[in-house]
């Protein structure tokens, strides 16, 4: 790893993780990820902005040592989650001499999660400053950012933002700065659908905060530095909105051939309403792509075939995620294909009290699609183009 100047005596000192293919055990990264951290000389005091995570953590002393940096003053977790924090014991090793700035939200996590002794911390509030001399520091609570203690950190006199996971992309780039706005901009979207979306009434706040500052760039902890700052700014706030677009996802698995054919009709009639459908084989899929069409479809139409009486654990798993991601999805609805008898409906739809999504009556179908079933799934697809009608989005 190399480190980079981003300006006069501010550097990039973060980690590349090219190889990462799996975030929390949980979310796939197709294009790897970075954790980002930033070091900042100014003219009395050298900071830290964030570490890396612990499997990257000699990187990042071999960073610090090219720059022979001999003494770090403030280390300023803005997040406590271990890919940004998990680096802070080390650093205390080494630069016993430093002290962690953060708020107390974020102390007492990393006292709970890495046992940083209380005697290292400093504690700073909302707006309180901090000067290294000839540059200052300025410090935004900004809760559910992805966690309740996360904030951001403005440098002043360069209008740069440090906003750890906010605004971040898993994206493993040498690219200092987004140079690609349409790869990143697939990349945050990921990040969003992922991370942020299950917070996305409480981020409306923080992206007001960011509204406020003048900023030249906003330095993530995540995937490149934003040198144009409108550009992700626009995109969450087009995000967190409740404006949804004329699509449907379609989620779906299918065992012996019959939720298939349900599927193949769905789609082809959708197409014929000119509403944009995206169906996602669920054992096959990304899992992060279906988070993403998530993002802005109106609507959801899951397509199962029911399994000793319920859902087949793939679709029940897709249900589950669905409704913690907390998407703005408005409508819903459930098809089953049933052999004797079926409970789906019961079970799917009391899987998503988080979704405040109007349910669109299910289509059941014993077996392989008849004659009635087809024409139960046109209706189906025509009520979905009137609800779309409805809220204006055709
Ligand atoms: Fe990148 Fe919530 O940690």
Partial sequence: MTTELIKKNIYFVGTIDWDRRLFDELIPLPDGTSYNSYLIIGSQKTVLIDSTDPTKE??????????????????????AEQDHSGAIPKILQLYPKTKVVTNIKCKDM????????????????????????????????????????TMITYLIEDKILFSCDFFGSHLATSDLYVKDETRVYASAKRYYAEIMMPFRIPIRKNVEIVKQLDINFIAPSHGPIYNNPKFIIESYSDWISDNVKNEVVLPYVSMHGSTQKIVDYLIDEFINLNIPVKPFNITKTDIGELAISLVDAATIVIATPTVLTAAHPAATYVTFLANVLRPKTKFVSIITSYGWGTKVVEQLSSMIPNLKVELIPPVLIKGYPKEQDFVALKNLTSLILQKHRQIKII
């Avoid at 990187?59 to 403030?74: A, F």
């Avoid at 700073?124 to 559910?144: C, I, R």
């Fill in 58 to 79: 000699n990187e990042l002393v071999e960073n610090l040592k090219s720059l022979n940096i001999k003494t770090i003053d403030y280390l300023i977790p803005n997040h």
């Fill in 110 to 149: 990393l006292k709970d999660l890495l046992l940083i002794p209380e005697d290292k911390f400093i504690v700073v509030n909302d707006k309180e400053k901090l000067s290294l001399g000839d540059k200052t520091l300025q410090f935004f609570l900004t809760p559910w950012v992805h966690w309740p203690e």
